[in-house]
Structures are given as structure tokens and as C-alpha cells.
């Protein structure tokens, strides 16, 4: 049973392109989410989706970020016109309810920007 | 005020000490609380949830008083594998967790 998925591990982009992060939950999951990990600071949640549903996206950025979980194939973290200050850490984290019992973590997407 | 407030650390202790990390939330409404443990470059992994009656698993202890909004987490007889960064998780019954920015435990022999 593999656990959460996430690529690519590592990307590198330069100021202004887009960053595509991609998380495919643990079997069974419907519920995923987002959370930011900036240099020597805690994690911070981003949002939260369910099945193509957004479901509360209150510590995503207002500009150049979205995220999507389709039907069918993994979510994904669209990062547009990156800046340095993207330069992070992007956990993905699944669970089969909402938050507040277990959820796992995947072993994150580390963006640098230059 | 942070949410979730942690002492950064790091705390260097020897093999078989007892080191507390402690961790004060600003949130009365909180209503689950965790610890996580994240090595470098690692996804943060559950260690324990936190029960107000306290509750133990081998060598870690977790406490949780409501009332000073206050968790603890208790590490007996460290190994060198417990080296870290311990990080205190509290949930609102919403959809997010709210980490704190995490302690560090450097364990030397």
C-alpha cells in the first residue's frame, strides 16, 4: 500500500516560469492537502480538496497560486510566474476523513527559484 | 502572537537524558492536539496525539493542560535516532493543522 506520492521531489525554476507540483494520495484517500514549508519556519496549510472539489483554500496565496484534484490522476499544485519567496518546501498530506484524525504526509516537492 | 508557540532550541543533550520540549497554543477553541517529528529534509511524521488525561508510548510522554492551553512532550533515556525537530500540532476540528515552527533535539553520545 504505497503511501502518499509526491513529484518531483526537486524542481528548480527560474523567476517567472510555472512550477507544477503533483501529490497522488494513499489509496483509498479522497481528501488531500496543501502545506507550505518556508526556510526555518513551520509548516502552513494552503488548502484543502476533495475529489474536483475545493473545499477551503483560505492560506493559499491570492495571485499566481491554484490547485486542482481531478477525477481521474493526482492533484496538482500550480505555482504561475514564480518568485524567490516560492522558494519552499510543498508538503501534500492525505487522509481518508477530513482533518482532525490521521492524516500522512508525502515526502514533499522542494522548489527553488533562481 | 503565533498560534502555536515553540521554544526553537536546539536543545544538545547526551545519550540517555530526559529533555521536555514545551508549547503553548493561543486558541481556546482547539480541541486535538499532536506531536510531530520531522527530520532534515523530511516530511513531518506523527509521533503521538495528545490526550488531556496525558498519555505514554515507551519513552514519550505528552501532556496537555486546557486550562494554561499548554502541551508538553517528555523524551526518557534520549538515543541518538531521536535527533530531530519535534514540532507541536494543534487542530481547531476544521480541515487544517496548525504546526508550530518545532523544537530541535540534537542527541550526541
Known amino acids: 500500500n504505497a503511501g502518499v506520492m509526491q513529484n518531483p521531489r526537486h524542481l528548480v525554476r527560474r523567476r517567472g516560469q510555472e512550477a507544477r507540483l503533483r501529490c497522488s494520495p494513499m489509496?483509498?484517500?479522497?481528501?488531500v492537502y496543501w502545506y507550505r514549508q518556508l526556510p526555518e519556519e513551520g509548516l502552513k496549510f494552503m488548502v484543502y480538496?476533495?475529489?474536483?472539489?475545493?473545499?477551503?483554500e483560505s492560506g493559499m496565496p491570492k495571485e499566481r497560486f491554484s490547485a486542482e484534484f481531478p477525477k481521474e490522476g493526482p492533484s496538482i499544485l500550480r505555482i504561475q510566474q514564480v518568485v524567490r519567496g516560492d522558494s519552499a518546501a510543498y508538503f501534500c498530506?492525505?487522509?481518508?476523513?477530513?482533518?482532525?484524525?490521521?492524516?500522512?504526509f508525502g515526502e514533499g516537492s522542494w522548489l527553488t527559484v533562481v | 502572537r503565533k498560534e502555536v508557540e515553540q521554544d526553537p532550541g536546539p536543545f544538545n543533550v547526551p545519550e540517555g537524558a530526559t529533555v521536555a520540549f514545551n508549547c503553548t497554543y493561543s486558541?481556546?477553541?482547539?480541541?486535538?492536539f499532536f506531536w510531530y517529528r520531522q527530520d532534515c529534509r523530511k516530511e513531518p511524521k506523527l509521533l503521538m496525539s495528545v490526550y488531556s488525561s496525558g498519555n505514554e508510548d515507551g519513552r514519550f510522554t505528552a501532556q496537555l493542560n486546557r486550562a494554561s492551553q499548554y502541551i508538553s512532550l517528555l523524551i526518557r533515556d534520549s538515543k541518538l535516532s531521536d535527533s530531530a525537530t519535534y514540532l507541536c500540532?494543534?487542530?481547531?476540528?476544521?480541515?487544517?493543522?496548525?504546526f508550530g515552527t518545532g523544537t530541535r533535539l540534537q542527541v550526541f553520545p
Open positions: 486558541n481556546s477553541a482547539s480541541q486535538s
Open positions: 489509496k483509498g484517500h479522497s481528501h
Open positions: 498530506a492525505s487522509s481518508s476523513q477530513p482533518a482532525g484524525n490521521t492524516i500522512y
Open positions: 500540532v494543534v487542530n481547531k476540528n476544521t480541515d487544517k493543522l496548525i
Open positions: 480538496l476533495q475529489k474536483e472539489n475545493i473545499i477551503d
